[in-house]
């Protein structure tokens, strides 16, 4: 059982990556998805979250309008498409599956060990 994001990577101010968050071991379509990211010294924080069957999505204010998540349950992936991209997006991204009917998820307030499972976390560099 595992989950695994990636497609991180080196980008200059302005541009885009996808990143993908994929489950093996476990049907992803039971959970609902949420992308973390924390900078070198900094805390962790939530950025956005998906429900199961992704109708429902949620962003914070500080990548609302140029970030976008979807999931393709078929391929039990899910994908953050970041757009725009700032140097104060420079992070490590984690995606984090847990309980697709808690409220606390749905507005990233859950605490960690709320979530069933965790990725291994990829790495975004933006240049200035």
């Known amino acids: 059982v595992q989950l695994q994001a990636s497609g991180g990577g080196l980008v200059q101010a302005g541009g885009s990556l996808r990143l993908s968050c994929a489950a093996s071991?476990?049907?992803?379509?039971?959970?609902?998805i949420s992308w973390f990211r924390q900078a070198s010294g900094q805390k962790r924080e939530g950025i956005t979250y998906?429900?199961?069957?992704?109708?429902?999505?949620y962003y914070v204010d500080s990548v609302k309008g140029r970030f976008t998540v979807s999931r393709d349950n078929a391929k039990n992936t899910v994908y953050l498409q970041m757009d725009s991209l700032k140097p104060e997006d420079t992070a490590v991204y984690y995606c984090?599956?847990?309980?697709?009917?808690?409220?606390?998820?749905?507005?990233?307030?859950?605490?960690?060990?709320?979530?069933?499972?965790w990725g291994q976390g990829t790495e975004v560099t933006v240049s200035s």
């Open positions: 998906i429900n199961s069957s992704g109708g429902s999505t």
């Open positions: 984090a599956a847990g309980w697709t009917h808690s409220s606390a998820i749905a507005t990233l307030t859950a605490p960690a060990d709320e979530y069933d499972y």
């Open positions: 071991g476990f049907s992803l379509g039971e959970y609902a």
